[in-house]
């Protein structure tokens, strides 16, 4: 047996002492594990100690891997996407947290369009405002909201973040805030159709300071799976 279900119990008794200094429920915030790189039989494992949300950031890895999933897990996608690869994502994943242009929130209506159904999202902010990482400047978060909420077969559900690396969750706490109050920002806007419930924020090394800034999504891989070895 592998050290995945005792993580995973850990994990979630960590949240939960967050969301206790934060004065928050627990039932909140969901666990995604982000299983990007790991196998199949490690996300059947994770299910089966009572995981239902799994996390993945690669496209073609997701389309090779989901099939070999039995179990009926739920699948958010997490990473950066392309415009011409979300038609494999259509009709698998029943959330996409990295929009972060029009022109990708356009085929992501257009493919759920095919299903006559709609797909909930979230905005993707690059909140260290870094040169390397995707997500929309703060300050044109506003536009590209209401331009998105147009679209009829997506749903703007929240916020997504991946605040600059630090060792010390600290130094990213002043991130974590900024996309909550962004979130408020927004919400403010009464856009038609947008909503603000969830902060998909916090990883394996700052996930409870996500927690106590608001965090009701938080991507944990390596402190479930352990170390990738594979690319990221
Ligand atoms: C890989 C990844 C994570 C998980 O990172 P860990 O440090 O392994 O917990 C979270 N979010 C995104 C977008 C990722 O690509």
Redesign the pocket.
């Known amino acids: 047996m592998s050290a995945i279900p005792a993580n995973i119990a850990r994990i979630s008794e960590q949240i939960a002492a967050a969301c206790g200094r934060a004065g928050r429920r627990p039932e909140e915030v969901r666990l995604i594990a ?1 299983s ?1 790189v790991k196998p199949a039989e490690l996300i059947e494992e994770a299910w089966h100690s009572g995981q239902q949300l799994f ?1 993945e ?1 690669y496209v073609q890895e997701f389309r090779d891997k989901a099939p070999q999933v039995q179990a009926p897990v739920d699948w958010h996608f ?2 950066g996407l392309q415009t011409n690869k979300v038609k494999y994502l259509r009709g698998l994943v029943a959330m996409i ?1 990295s929009v972060d242009r029009l022109q990708l929130a356009e085929e992501i209506d257009r493919q759920w369009e095919k299903l006559g159904r709609s797909v909930d999202i979230l905005l993707q902010v690059n909140v260290g405002d870094e040169k390397s990482k995707s997500g929309c400047a703060p300050q044109e978060l506003p536009d590209l909201a209401a331009a998105i909420a147009r679209l009829p077969h997506l749903k703007i559900c929240g916020l997504m973040c ?1 605040p600059p690396y630090s060792d010390d969750p600290e130094e990213v706490r002043p991130f974590f805030r900024q996309l909550r109050e962004l979130a408020g920002q927004i919400a403010e806007l009464n856009i038609p159709g947008v909503e603000m419930r969830e902060l998909s924020m916090g ?3 700052d996930f409870e300071v996500a927690v106590e800034e608001g965090a009701t999504l938080v ?5 479930i799976f352990g170390e ?1 070895n594979r690319r ?1």
């Open positions: 982000v990007k996390g950031s997490i990473g947290h991946l990883m394996s090394g991507r944990i891989g390596t402190a990738r990221t």
